[in-house]
T-cell receptor, first 111, second 118 residues
């Protein structure tokens, strides 16, 4: 079952913050976040495992609420390089290693 | 480390011909490779899971006779689009997991192959 991402698109000015949400109707083992630029392969951002995990990398962080089966990606003080489409990939409980990706959130950061 | 090489990066072929796409893990052994398909401005849709030495597992709605997958070794998986038609035009991406993958390790993606069928 494909996770639901919101919003579908967001436009920011450099330095602004954004939150991208990912929710699943199924119990999850892990949530993966990737960023894809046009015509390129997805680039790994981070993985969150069950246990209410939170992670951060530079100014990008994420949280995973396994009870609510939701994950959020936080981008703070956005940079032009953050532009792209963000996908969450969910792995069902049991750890099948098979990721199902959401439809993506297109982020545009303008100067 | 953990580099996945996909070849070719783009291919144009005529209707009715077959196209082979290779996915190689360059510096690790990949017991499992995944093949995804992505239409413009859409998500990555899993087509099949390829395990070394065994038959691939296809997702519902994916024709296994049309999309032939072979995982001949721990570093190579191939996807062959047989009798290609214009509707098969898409971006195909492979990804691989390391053998005995730790639960917090990511999938490693190839750079994708853009297939255009004329």
């Amino acid at each position: 079952q494909q996770p639901v991402q919101s919003p579908q698109a967001v436009i920011l000015r450099e330095g602004e913050d954004a939150v991208i949400n990912c929710s699943s109707s199924k119990a999850l083992y892990s949530v993966h976040w990737y960023r894809q630029k046009h015509g390129e392969a997805p680039v790994f951002l981070m993985i969150l495992l069950k246990g209410g995990e939170q992670k951060g990398h530079d100014k990008i962080s994420a949280s995973f609420n396994e009870k609510k089966q939701q994950s959020s990606l936080y981008l703070t003080a956005s940079q032009l390089s953050y532009s792209g489409t963000y996908f969450c990939g969910t792995e069902p409980q049991g750890g099948s290693e098979k990721l199902v990706f959401g439809k993506g959130t297109k982020l545009t950061v303008n100067p | 480390g953990a580099v996945v090489s996909q070849h070719p990066s783009w291919v144009i072929c005529k209707s009715g011909t077959s196209v082979k796409i290779e996915c190689r893990s360059l510096d690790f052994q990949a017991t499992t490779m995944f093949w995804y398909r992505q239409f413009p401005k859409q998500s990555l849709m899993l087509m099949a899971t390829s395990n070394e030495g065994s038959k691939a597992t296809y997702e519902q709605g994916v024709e296994k006779d049309k999309f032939l997958i072979n995982h001949a070794s721990l570093t190579l998986s191939t996807l062959t689009v047989t009798s290609a038609h214009p509707e098969d035009s898409s971006f195909y991406i492979c990804s691989a997991t390391t053998a005995g993958r730790a639960k917090n390790s990511p999938l490693h993606f190839g750079n994708g192959t853009r297939l255009t069928v004329t």
